[in-house]
């Protein structure tokens, strides 16, 4: 006989399982609303390692975002350099969330090629992954102007994995 606490944690599992569920199918549905965006040129530029200021500097960043899908993501490549001399390459894939007709807000996720170790700062491992999430209002023409915040960490790949966050403003030109 499961006791009362059994019985809890398990009804709490499946309101979890639920809710998230309901989470994807609502994030997919709202992705779907605004299907005629074209693929977008973003250029960025910001604030690169904000957080915890080991070795801080403007990051610049360009980005091709595609317009066609993959179920509901959309792959987009970035190249990314800031002051300190640290760059990235990279690709990934991102959703785009519609919160009514003018608003956007943008997971995105990249695996990245890092290069550029400093005095201050050591990523650890030439491969990083970066997450970012971006808030942008969407202009009549399409165009996007929007601030994102991006994590940069190699996801324990090596021993030394410290991280790096950045602030950045995006203007996004659609591409037709």
Same mark, same amino acid.
């Given at each position: 006989m499961q006791s009362i606490s059994q019985k809890s944690s398990i009804y709490s599992r499946i309101c979890t399982g639920a809710? #998230?569920?309901? $989470?994807?199918?609502?994030?997919? &549905?709202? #992705?779907?609303? =605004?299907?005629?965006? +074209?693929?977008?040129?973003?250029?960025?530029?910001?604030?690169?390692?904000?957080?915890?200021?080991?070795? =801080?500097?403007?990051?610049?960043?360009?980005?091709?975002?595609?317009?066609?899908?993959?179920?509901?993501?959309k792959?987009?490549?970035? $190249? #990314? $350099?800031? *002051?300190?001399?640290?760059?990235?390459?990279?690709?990934?894939?991102?959703?785009?969330?519609?919160?009514?007709?003018?608003?956007?807000? &943008?997971? *995105?996720f990249a695996v990245t090629w890092w290069r550029g170790k400093t005095e201050h700062l050591d990523l650890g491992h030439p491969v990083e992954f970066r997450s970012q999430l971006e808030v942008a209002y969407r202009f009549d023409n399409r165009a996007r102007l929007g601030l994102s915040i991006s994590h940069y960490s190699n996801s324990k790949l090596a021993r030394k994995n410290p991280g790096a966050e950045s602030l950045m403003l995006?203007? *996004?030109? +659609?591409?037709?």
């Open positions: 809710v #998230a569920l309901a $989470a994807v199918l609502v994030v997919a &549905t709202l #992705a779907d609303r =605004q299907a005629d965006d +074209p693929s977008f040129i973003t250029l960025s530029a910001g604030w690169f390692d904000f957080n915890r200021k080991h070795d =801080q500097g403007g990051e610049f960043r360009l980005e091709y975002r595609s317009n066609r899908k993959l179920w509901h993501f792959p987009f490549v970035t $190249a #990314a $350099a800031a *002051s300190n001399g640290m760059t990235f390459l990279g690709a990934g894939f991102l959703i785009d969330i519609y919160l009514g007709r003018h608003w956007v807000v &943008t997971p *995105s995006n203007y *996004s030109i +659609p591409v037709r």
